[in-house]
């Protein structure tokens, strides 16, 4: 499959701050997104996720943006707490791929360290 | 509340053992998923079952395969292990076929 990739491996950010995850993603008939937070010894856990119809999507201090023109996606996260370091995925899928079950293709993460 | 459970949070197994990894949903999902993890790689998927019995190759299906008998359990089987399939395994379950999963929270798995 196409791939989905993260800008940065690492972003450490001051507790308190607001942090921006990028996600740049390549197969242009993606029309799902989703981002996904692991944290140490755990599975991913749903954050939020965008359909292709939408640019903005909010949740509990989390906003996801979309920009299909550019394939970007990026997740931001308001005033970070110590709570919030772990690593962050994004994912895609094409909802409407011809009917059967599909796998997300996951990007490889960013590191996000709050510092105090 | 949605759970996903992996039979084992560790296990060593050594060159050219059967390895079984089982994973139970209690969420009635149809579709169940097994991904593997490894550092700089991310998450990539293996097999993929829609159904009971039935079963779709994902990214990296060679020296896997599965089985899904009850709709609730799919294992993921390492017929001979070799030392790269060192790694951490994942194993998700949605209820639509595309779209979000709920993901167990992983077997680290070390063949030696």
């Known amino acids: 499959g196409e791939s989905v990739g993260l800008h940065l491996p690492t972003l450490s950010v001051q507790e308190g701050d607001n942090s921006i995850i990028n996600c740049a993603y390549s197969?242009?008939?993606?029309?799902?997104f989703i981002w996904y937070k692991q944290e140490s010894g755990k599975g991913p856990q749903f954050i939020i996720d965008?359909?292709?119809?939408?640019d903005k999507r909010q949740g509990q201090r989390v906003t996801v943006l979309l920009n299909k023109t550019v394939k970007h996606l990026s997740l931001q996260i308001a005033a970070t707490q110590p709570g919030d370091s772990a690593v962050y995925f994004c994912?895609?899928?094409?909802?409407?791929?011809?009917?059967?079950?599909?796998?997300?293709?996951f990007g490889k993460g960013t590191h996000l360290i709050i510092q105090p | 509340d949605v759970k996903v459970t992996q039979s084992s949070r560790y296990l060593v197994k050594r060159t050219g053992e059967k390895v079984f990894l089982e994973c139970v949903q209690d969420?009635?999902?149809?579709?169940m998923f097994w991904y593997r993890q490894d550092p700089g790689l991310g998450l990539r998927l293996i097999y993929f079952?829609?159904?009971?019995?039935?079963?779709e190759k994902g990214d990296i299906p060679e020296g896997y395969s599965v089985s899904r008998e009850k709709k609730e359990r799919f294992s993921l089987i390492l017929e001979s292990a070799s030392t790269n399939q060192t790694s951490m395994y994942l194993c998700?379950?949605?209820?639509?076929?595309?779209?979000?999963?709920?993901f167990g929270p992983g077997t680290r798995l070390t063949v030696t």
């Open positions: 994912a895609e899928n094409e909802e409407y791929s011809g009917g059967g079950a599909d796998g997300l293709t």
């Open positions: 998700a379950s949605s209820p639509l076929p595309t779209g979000e999963q709920y």
């Open positions: 965008i359909r292709s119809n939408m």
């Open positions: 197969n242009s008939a993606s029309d799902y």
């Open positions: 079952s829609y159904d009971v019995k039935m079963k």
């Open positions: 969420m009635d999902h149809e579709n």
